[in-house]
Every structure is written in structure tokens, then in C-alpha cells.
């Protein structure tokens, strides 16, 4: 059931990779009038594609079908967290180790103190999201940041279900 503490879309399943289903969400209208709409990424394009893990007990979908998605609005928030303030720590964090590490005027890899650490302060970034994907990318953990499904509505040139 669909409350504050969770969010629900529904979207249209453009087709199913290998365990996971392809389906693209329409934002909804409501967005227009959401008091977080300056700060939330779904003003992005008006539609966009969500991959939602498939997981046992499902029911069965395939492309063309109408599905409604549900997460858990804390479990967005900590992906949304993740996503974005591990890198800023992550640059800050490199750029702070080479200024607390040299000093003014010091040569590193033969640049300057202050271009080094733009250059470090890049190397955290990176290290973050490589580490947010290989920790993503564990079984567990896509199954906790998937959206569940909750609804499916046969569409295109699928049959409903019979009895």
C-alpha cells in the first residue's frame, strides 16, 4: 500500500534482460506542484528507464505490460545519500590529503600544490563510484535498492490472464 513512507510509479515494460526488467516510468504530474521538485532528479526528462530486479514469487511480465513499482522512500533516500555525498567526501578528502600533505610552493608529479589536488580530490571521486558500483552490483544489494512490483496490467499484444 502506497504512503509516506513509499513511493509508487507506474511504467511500461520495454523488455526483460536477464533477470531484471527494463521499464520506462513517465513522471508523474503531480511532480509539477512537489514541494522537493527543485532538488529531485525525476524533472529530468519526462520519461525515463528503471530497472527493476526480478524476484521470486513476481508475476510473470513481459514487454508492453503495464506495471506499477513501488520502493520504500527510506531506501531512496539512502541511495540518493550514497549517490551523491560519498564522491563530494570523496573529492574533498583528496584534496584535503595532498594540501595537508605538501607544502606552498612544493612541485607534486611536477604541478603545482593546488592543480594536484584538484587532481586528487578527482582520483577520490573516482575511487567513490567505483566502490559505490562494485558494492551495488552485489547480488544483495541490487535486490535492496530494486523497486518492487506491486500491480501488472497486460498490455500491447499479451493475453490477461485466464482462470
Not at 511504467?11 to 533477470?19: N, Y
Amino acid at each position: 500500500m502506497a504512503g509516506i513512507e513509499t513511493l509508487v510509479e507506474d511504467g511500461t515494460v520495454r523488455s526483460v534482460e536477464k533477470g531484471e526488467l527494463v521499464v520506462l516510468v513517465e513522471r508523474q504530474d503531480a511532480c509539477a506542484s512537489c514541494a522537493a521538485r527543485g532538488v529531485c532528479t525525476t524533472l529530468g526528462p519526462r520519461e525515463r528507464v528503471v530497472r527493476v530486479r526480478r524476484r521470486r514469487g513476481d508475476p510473470e511480465v513481459g514487454p508492453g505490460d503495464r506495471v506499477t513499482l513501488e520502493i520504500r522512500s527510506l531506501t531512496f533516500i539512502r541511495a540518493s545519500l550514497l549517490g551523491y555525498l560519498v564522491p563530494t567526501v570523496a573529492f574533498f578528502a583528496g584534496v584535503a590529503a595532498v594540501l595537508l600533505l605538501t607544502d606552498e610552493g612544493d612541485l607534486v608529479l611536477g604541478l603545482g600544490r593546488d592543480l594536484t589536488s584538484f587532481a586528487a580530490g578527482l582520483v577520490g571521486v573516482a575511487a567513490a563510484f567505483g566502490g559505490l558500483w562494485l558494492a551495488g552490483s552485489r547480488p544483495a544489494a541490487r535486490e535492496r535498492y530494486s523497486p518492487r512490483i506491486i500491480a501488472v496490467r497486460p498490455g500491447g499484444d499479451r493475453p490477461p490472464p485466464g482462470p
